[in-house]
Structures are given as C-alpha cells and as structure tokens.
C-alpha cells in the first residue's frame, strides 16, 4: 500500500506540470488573437514613417551648347630656328634665355667682332687704292677718246686705254663687292630676332666657337600657340572654320580658341581628321598651356533646346541616375534618367519624363520608391516649359 502511494506522487506532480505550461501557452495563444483591430493598427504604426518634407521643380527648356569632343596635342604656331650666319667666330655674350619674351629686331647674342672687323678696315683700304689706280685709267682713256678725231692715235691704242678703262670699274666693283661681303659679316656678329615671339629652346653658349648655320636659339613666333585637335572622319565636316573650341588645361582653367584651318586628308590609318585651332596669345611662361602638352577639350558647334531639372534634383545610386517624381497621394516614385551637359545648377535630362511631372527638388537621397512627402514649394513653378521627349545635345 505504502509501495503504491509512492509510485502515484511523482506522476501525479508530473500531471500538474504539464497542466500548468498548457494553460500558460493558452493563455499566451489567446492574448495574441485577443484583438486583431489593435495588432493591425500597431503593423501600420510600424510600416507607417514620418513624411519628409520637400521641394518639388519641373522640368524646363535651356538653350545648351552641342560639343564635339577632341583630343589632341598643342604645339607652336609658327617656331623659327635662330642660328648663326657667322663662321668660326667665338660667341662673346648671349643675352636671353628660355621663356624670354623678345621683339622683332632685337639683339639676342654676339659674337667677337674683332677679326671681322680687321678684314672690313683691310677691304675698305683696298678699294681706296683699286680707285686710286683706276682714275689713271679713266684719265686715259678720256684724252684718248679726244685725239681719236685729230689721228693722234692708232685705234688700236685708242682701244687699249678704253679697255684699261673698263677693266678698272670692274677692279672697283670687285673691290667694293668684297668690302660689302665683310660687312655683312660684320653684322653677322649680331644675333637678331626675326619677329616677336618666346624663346623656346636655347644652345648658345658663351666662348663657343660656332661653325656657319649652327642653330643657337628656338623661338615661337608671335608667341602663339594652336591645338592640333583630332576628330573622327564622321565628326569633321560638321565643323567649321571658326567655330569656337575649349580646351581643359592642367589648372582646371578653360581656355577658348578658335578654329583656323581643317585638314583636307583623313590619317589612313586612324581614320582621324587634324582640326588646327588658335589659342590666346602666351604672355609669358606662365600660362597654363604650353607646347608639347597633350590637351582635351570640346568643339562647339551650334546650342539647341535642352529639357533640364535642378541639379540637386539628380542622385545617384549604384552607378545610375534617378529622379523622385510626384504620384498620387504625395507618394513618389524612382525614375531612372539619363543625364548630359551641366548648365550652371541645371543638369541636361536626355530620358524622357512624364508630361507634367513634378520631381522632388532636393532631398531624394533619403527617400526610396514609394515614400510619402509633403510638398513645401514648387520649384522652378512659373518658368517650367515641360515636354514628354528627350534632346541629346551630342553632335549626331
């Protein structure tokens, strides 16, 4: 009997267990299915964010400008090779470097003009003394021409002074001919620039000895520089002669040129056509283009209608560019959109919009598709000129 109870107690306790935890689990059942008004209500309050407040602009109509783009090296206008016209001559002084801006006429090295200059006091005392001889022979020939009508001479010595005569103007001649060849060396001793421009390379060196026509000095011509911009055969007869052209320079600077020449060949083997453009005058080294660079830049052609929206309107997500426009009940949605020139704060649209779209102005960063707003302003309201079609502002 005692045997019995004790076998009884621990099941009935394991009972009593287990009747427990069912009433718990039930109860936690029926609180959870209790309200389904209330569970619905806090799932709503969950899903439901707090609306952002935002601009809303439209799109709008802007003249941009339709570029070719180009690349292409930038070199001299004109460059001049300055060299020496004297030979043998021991270079005495050099007077500019590289970078020097110089005039036309002026005097950019010198030679030692001593041993030119003994050889002109020696031709110039050799003609005296060719003149000296010769005007026996003109005086000669003089009175024989006067004795020819009374016979006092033969013709033969008639002749033979005349012919003296002749023979010493030529002696003067040649003697003259030499002492302008001396001074013209003479003046070879000087190194003049032949026009304006900036000296661009530099060998001369003081107390060399310098053989005729060794180059001493580079220069570029009227200090002017021309970008050699290269354009597809496709592109080159949309362009013409004097078009303007941009180019970007290292300083993040634009400089603006124009087009002057266009070649009349295609590179057979690039297929590229070379587009000569002037470039602004260098005053001095300083400028932040230079020969020998190789540049980027753009060709303008012409500008057309652009459909554009606010910069800040424009984000960017994975690698792609979206708008937030204005649906029913101030939900938006995400609308993916290509983009082309920036016109001051105004981004080129080249997808096409929705007729009358509002799209939100700034702010779209925190925003996701289908997200409530509220609406602040209108951006760009009064001046909005919408169409429901894309312009690409590339050359065709």
Known sequence: MNMLRL?????????????????????FVFSKHDDPKKSTKDEATK???????????????????????????????????????????????????????VHAGQELAR???????????????????????????FANA?????????GALSKQDISLYITNAKAAKAKIEAAQAVLNAQKLQLKFTKVIAPDDGIISSRTASVGAVVIGGTELFRMILKSRLEWRA??????????????????????????????RMIAPTVDAQTRMALVYIDLPIMQNTNSPIKAGMYARGSINLNKSSALTLPQTAVIMRDGFNYVFALVANNKVEQIKVKTGHLIDDQLEILSPLPANVQVVANGGTFLNNGDTVRVVTNTNAKTADLISHPLAKTAP
């Open 7 to 27: 076998k009884s107690k621990p099941t009935l306790i394991i009972a009593l267990i287990v009747l427990i935890i069912g009433l718990v689990g039930g109860l």
């Open 47 to 101: 899903n439901d964010k707090p609306a952002l407040s935002v601009d809303l602009a439209k799109p709008r109509m802007m003249q941009v400008p339709v570029t070719i783009s180009a690349n292409g090296n930038i070199t001299a206008w004109q460059e001049a090779s300055i060299g020496s016209e004297a030979n043998g001559l021991r270079l005495t002084n050099v007077f500019v470097n590289v970078g020097d801006v």
């Open 111 to 137: 030679f030692a003009p001593e041993t030119i200059q003994a050889n002109v006091a020696q031709s110039e005392a050799s003609l005296l003394q060719t003149q000296a001889n010769a005007a026996q022979d």
């Open 142 to 150: 003089e009175r024989a021409k006067s004795l020819d009508a009374e």
């Open 230 to 259: 290269e354009v597809t055969s496709d592109e080159v007869h949309k362009i013409k002669i004097g078009d303007i052209a941009t180019i970007d320079s290292i300083d993040g600077t634009q400089i603006k040129g124009k087009v």
